[in-house]
């Protein structure tokens, strides 16, 4: 699991990083769909509490097993953004959100997700995209908006504006991670984030954990393990080293594909509805990738 990371992104590691930037969001895809499934059992404070706390545990063992030294004193503020932003504000925001809208929908979000994380990244790490990169991120977010409003009685409902939350602090803690990651290498930065977390996440999901567990269907469990080890865990392995190698805003773009993977997945897993839009949503913003790839 060891890896080196540079002060600034090499070329000569971008295949690579769009591999493992692939690899990530296809472990992503499946987080809201997890998601939801374990919120058939347990409540979302819980679920939030302990998908944080298994994840930092299970942090806490390959740092000790690996013996990482410890970060530094600068880098303990990068990591509480980074914990505050994706292994806390994300997983609780989202959480609200999906009891309140199904996972297609909500995953037709994560559409904004590449100019969040660009935006975040122009500000964290001095990256500077071209116009026209802009231009398309902006396209992205406007075909985003415009299916999630679409149909609407009238204003937007919670769900809508947690989810719109939550998109905002994963960005920002998809930046700053990338940016730490040069410095501590990728998993690194998620393992400690997670155990920063450990003395909020710990104590609450053991006050909140359900009086009787084994009432919980076991698909719930399955949800809980999915997002704990994967979604909050290894799927940063890869995202985070992507992003450090390949550069914040040009692998941000790859989330453009992560509506489309996420739709496929509620549908197998979950038999949710899909509508002719949130194909055509979709494909749109994934359309998107090839150029901004270039543009970035």
Known sequence: MAESSGATVSTAGIPGAWIDGLIGV?????????????????????LSAARAALAGLAGATALLAFRQKRPGRRDIPSLAIVAYGVVVGFPLLTAL?????????????????????????????????????WLLSVLDALIT???AARGLDGPPGPGDSLMLAAILVCGLGYAEGGVLARRLGG??????????SLPLSLPLA????????????MPAWAGLAYVALFSMLVGFVFWYRALARGGIAAIGQLQLLQPFLGLGIAALVL????????????IA???????????A
């Open 145 to 147: 908006v415009g299916f």
């Open 26 to 46: 296809s472990i992503f895809s499946a987080s809201l769909v997890a998601t939801r499934v374990a919120l058939t059992g347990m409540d979302a404070l819980f």
């Open 97 to 133: 959100a999906l009891r309140t809208v199904g996972a297609a929908h909500g995953t037709i979000f994560v559409g904004l997700l590449p100019l969040a994380t660009a935006l975040f990244g122009a500000l964290r790490s001095g990256e500077r995209p071209s116009p026209a990169f």
């Open 187 to 196: 998993w690194q930065v998620i393992a400690w984030a997670t155990v920063l």
């Open 271 to 282: 038999g949710e509805r899909i509508e002719p839009a949130m194909i055509g949503a979709a």
């Open 285 to 295: 913003i994934a359309a998107c990738v090839a150029l901004a790839r270039r543009l």
């Open 206 to 217: 053991l006050v909140l954990s359900p009086a009787d567990p084994a009432a919980i269907p």
